[in-house]
């Protein structure tokens, strides 16, 4: 049916395409996985509530890309509710809502794209 499958971070392997923000044209696109990194060890993980509920679990030092005219990248553990603002993929600003860090030694999974500061997840 020419819809696109919906994996976990964790399931995604090299050519799959993942439907990112890009940040050079303003919009969504879907861009292929061109590596995946497997770590595991103790971590800081955030849990990042968005204000229409949307949730999204990341490590504490990911990097992210806030949203507005202030816009700027910062780790996922130093966003501060209601005052940050990040494009999710439905290419929407959306509020931050709730931070949640804790330690854990759950496995961590990277992805990487060619020109990967150009596109977020």
């Not at 700027?72 to 005052?83: D, V």
């Not at 931070?99 to 961590?108: A, G, L, N, Q, Y």
Request: glycine share 4%.
């Amino acid at each position: 049916d020419n819809q696109p499958l919906q994996k976990q971070v964790s399931q995604l392997e090299k050519g799959d395409f993942v439907h990112c923000f890009d940040h050079l044209q303003l919009g969504a696109r879907y861009v292929p996985v061109t590596e995946i990194g497997k770590d595991s060890g103790p971590c800081k993980w955030v849990k990042v509530v968005f204000a229409d509920e949307t949730e999204l679990e990341l490590t504490g030092d990911h990097p992210v890309r806030t949203a507005g005219i202030f816009s700027k990248a910062k780790a996922a553990a130093s966003l501060e509710p209601f005052q940050d603002h990040m494009l999710i993929t439905k290419t929407e600003s959306v509020a931050v809502k709730n931070v949640s860090v804790w330690e854990d030694t759950k496995p961590r999974v990277s992805v990487k794209f060619e020109q990967n500061a150009r596109f977020s997840m």
